[in-house]
């Protein structure tokens, strides 16, 4: 049976920083594209970030360029996500999710609460 | 603003059927077959309904169905039953490369 589950969330002032970690089972997780994807309090879903196999390609949505850091360590089966520089719109639950297909996810966490507030 | 546009809300009488609708533009729905939709329950990780526009993973009842026309995606459910009272999101993978994977907005299904 396939789990992600999600830890690291929490309360942290703006301009703090958090790492959200996923860890995987019941697939090969060294094969698969990995994901984060988040949903602020009264929102739809955002893509966040995506990170290759061998973590050797990362993608980020705009908004946290230059912010967020997403990496994995194939050996532990575990994803992360690295948040610098937090603000107030970082708000949100953090889901990590593994693709079937270019865009499409099969299996999600139950999703971790980051929230930015002083 | 999301960059898929769904209704905010539907609703439908149990029995009845309801159509969703997602619209995108020439670079995600209308370019790509990778269209899908997502069934959500408030504090429950999304749970993948339909994939390749009209695709359904193994479990998920006939009863939902999706289908593509133009840079417009739709999903519809039959004999809705109360159970399906939830937020549908539809997403897109996109050509943009800074951008992998784009959603909707959600829609709030109600059975009245």
């Known amino acids: 049976e396939v789990q992600l589950v999600e830890s690291g969330g929490g309360l942290v002032q703006p301009g703090g920083s958090l790492r959200l970690s996923c860890a995987a089972s019941g697939f090969t997780f060294s094969n698969s594209w990995m994901n984060w994807v988040r949903q602020a309090p009264g929102k739809g879903l955002e893509w966040v970030a995506n990170?290759?196999?061998?973590?050797?390609?990362?993608y980020y949505v705009d908004s946290v360029k230059g912010r967020f850091t997403i990496s994995r360590d194939n050996a532990k089966n575990s994803l992360y996500l690295l948040m610098n520089s937090l603000r107030a719109e970082d708000t949100a639950v953090y889901y990590c999710?593994?693709?079937?297909?270019?865009?499409?996810?099969?299996?999600w966490g139950q999703g971790t609460l980051v929230t930015v507030s002083s | 603003q999301s960059a898929l546009t769904q209704p905010a809300s539907v609703s439908g009488s149990p029995g009845q059927s309801i159509t969703i609708s997602c619209t995108g533009t020439?670079?995600?729905?209308?370019?790509?077959?990778?269209v899908s939709w997502y069934q959500h329950y408030p504090g429950k990780a999304p749970k993948l309904m339909i994939y390749e526009v009209s695709n359904r993973p193994s479990g998920v009842p006939d009863r939902f169905s999706g289908s593509k026309s133009g840079n417009t995606a739709s999903l519809t459910i039959s004999g809705l039953q109360a159970e399906d009272e939830a937020d549908y999101y539809c997403s897109s993978y996109t050509s943009t490369r800074t951008l992998d994977v784009v959603f909707g907005g959600g829609t709030k299904l109600t059975v009245l």
């Open positions: 990170i290759k196999p061998d973590g050797s390609e990362k």
């Open positions: 999710a593994k693709p079937i297909v270019p865009g499409t996810f099969d299996y």
């Open positions: 020439s670079s995600d729905v209308g370019g790509y077959n990778y």
